[in-house]
């Protein structure tokens, strides 16, 4: 039987292998995220954890569910054009935050 392969593996192992390992990495995450839960990291710890596990399984998912990476260098731009927009979102909303903030603390100990 033809596999359309150099390697001997048939198509279906070929085809659907990335997919399965991409998935029990992401069920390892989820794990991973769960334990780390139950441990008592500390206030900011916690959440850095929390957030870098989270943007590993997001990079995964855009990587290879939503075929990043196979894409056209076209496509790629326009990923990564997203999250420089999400960047740069997140840098306005929390600089105009963190200035009022300031301004409130500053405010309230001169008066």
Known sequence: MATGHDDGRPWYKVLW?????????LWV???VTWAVALVDLGEP???IVALTIAMF?????????????D????IKIVAIAGVVWLVLFFGFVFGDYFVRIIDWVVGSVTT
């Open 17 to 25: 292998m990335p997919y399965i390992v991409v998935l029990l990495a």
């Open 29 to 31: 995450l989820t794990v």
């Open 45 to 47: 710890w916690a959440d």
């Open 57 to 69: 399984k997001a990079s995964l998912v855009v990587a290879y569910f939503m075929h990043v990476k």
């Open 71 to 74: 894409g056209t260098p076209l």
